[in-house]
């Protein structure tokens, strides 16, 4: 056996190499947790089967003009972060320079520490960059900019090769109804393409109407719904048919998943004439009461599992999120911009009824919840137990610590309650949940905490020292679970190396 060493170098006077810390064992804590992380998780590929990655992008092997683009375009997480450190909205959404925007996120980049950004950044200098002589901050900005944006000029910098360089097998885009999916016909019918880039389904707008709160709004949005599935919609008939062709669409298009982002799930009792009358009432341009929304939701909400389990979909719940919550700024920047937040904690009832209804009616798919309150961490935990049927390994699965959650100490929570009230050993493992190609980095932070939190509770005797046992779990959680889950066809040499069944 091999000796793995987590000692760490000793210090030199150079500054920039003092200022190094994303090293070979960086998160590793223990020669056992080097040992899991080295043998049975660091170079597993990646399934991503949740992410925001443009499928166009992909398809038109797209190359980024600079480094701005590929870290600061759309990422609210860093706009968040450049606001809170007092710099001024030009440069995070406005008309400054892409050169003058990179320069005020790495004056800020010092002032992360302690938040993931910090983590994040580093590692994708590292990875796919190469630097790992030095950090980020107002100094090394130019340099980096530099060395960063001729690399990003090569081929392998491209969007697709991107991917390869992280060895991505799979990735699901997350897309609407409406969408004609034409860059993933386009992916598909390229031969030479060897990445599965499938679509998923989310049909948020035609649920939302808290957040699209004009019916001319909505209605605009059901007419080209409308168009895409060749149905007049007037009546909320013809929108579940609308739907339904929509997603045998879909389906044909490789489509394995749906999603659905949601604050709580809706189970208002209702009648098919209420519903039905709520509908009309909204194509009719009037705004409904909560009561006629909540059963509008209720009523879409089951039919839509029930399309999701008879195709053989995966289902996903992504809740908890109280979306764009300054009202200047979505009036001047639009959605998705960075003003979300945690909200109130989840309708325990209510998830309970809803997946119990389906469980009852035989219509209940493979089901993922995410919270995003770590207060309702059991509660989830416990929640996917009710639900498993004895056939399917892991049917509903607590999802992976998402959004605000998706840090070291988030991670470990999730992981923890998971495995302290389910089966962390059928955990379908972690996903980007991100619109940035070099964000598979996340992958790797996720890989090594888990790798560290096993390797210590090894050397500590509260499971065995067994590296081929505690490594099957690992390259299961990591990589094959989500691949048999979903049923992914993926071949490669590590594709048949799971030691957990």
Sequence with gaps: MMKFSHQPDKPRADAQYVSRFIDQDFLLSCDAAV????????DLPIVDYHCHLSPEAIARDHRFANMTELWLAGDHYKWRAMRTAGVDERFCTGDATDREKFQKWAETVSKTLRNPLYHWTHMELARPFGIRDRVLNDETAESIWNECNARLAEPEFSCPGLMRQFDVRVVCTTDDPADDLAAHLAIAADKDFKIQVLPTWRPDKVLALDQLAVPKIFNEYIDRLGVCAGIEISTYDQLLEALAKRHAFFAECGCRLSDHGLENIDVEPYTLVDVRAAFSRLRSGHELTASEAALYRSALLYELARMDHAAGWAQQFHLGALRNQNLRALKTLGADAGFDSIGPALDVRAI???????????????????????????????????????KTPGKIQYGSAWWFLDQLDGM???????????????????????????????????????????????EAGLIPRDIELVGGMVRDICYHNARRYFGFDVKGPLDNTSAIQ
Aim: charged share 25%.
């Design 35 to 42: 040992e899991l992380y080295e043998i049975h998780a660091r």
């Design 412 to 458: 470990k929570r999730q992981i923890d309650a998971l495995s302290n009230m389910g089966l962390l050993s059928q955990f379908v493992g972690m996903v980007t949940d991100s619109r940035s190609f070099v964000s598979y980095v996340r992958h790797d932070y996720f890989r090594r905490l888990l790798c560290d939190i096993l390797g210590r509770e090894m």
């Design 352 to 390: 309970a009824r809803f997946l119990g209804r389906l469980d009852a009616d035989g219509v209940l798919a493979k089901t993922i919840l995410y919270n995003l309150n770590p207060a309702d961490n059991e509660m989830i935990a416990t929640m996917i137990g009710n639900f498993q049927d004895g």
